[in-house]
């Protein structure tokens, strides 16, 4: 439960209210300690409940600077099918 913080939670559910979008970015930046994480897991919650499909990854630190490295993490579990509209190099 978050306590407060009502301009950044109306943000978070502007921003996911606009399905129509074909692309979109969302910055969450701040001091250490704010509740970054906090707010990002409100986001990531409301969006599957609004039927979002949500591709995350968490690279482990000693791959976090290897290109690509997570990729087979975002993409487990999406369904080939999904990826048809991807042109051919970014299918490969």
């Known amino acids: 439960m978050i306590v407060g913080r ?18 979109a970015a969302l ?3 701040g001091e250490p300690g704010i509740g970054k994480t906090t707010l990002w897991l409100e986001a990531l ?3 599957q409940e609004r ?3 949500i591709l995350a990854s968490e690279p482990a630190e000693p791959d976090a ?11 487990d579990g ?13 299918r490969a």
């Open 78 to 90: 999406v369904d080939v099918d999904a990826l048809t509209a991807l042109p051919e190099p970014q």
């Open 65 to 75: 600077g290897v290109p690509l490295s997570t990729l087979g993490d975002l993409l």
């Open 27 to 29: 910055v969450l930046e």
């Open 6 to 23: 009502h301009a950044e939670r109306e943000a978070l559910a502007s921003f996911l209210g606009d399905p129509s979008r074909s692309s």
């Open 51 to 53: 039927g979002y499909t």
């Open 45 to 47: 919650a409301d969006a």
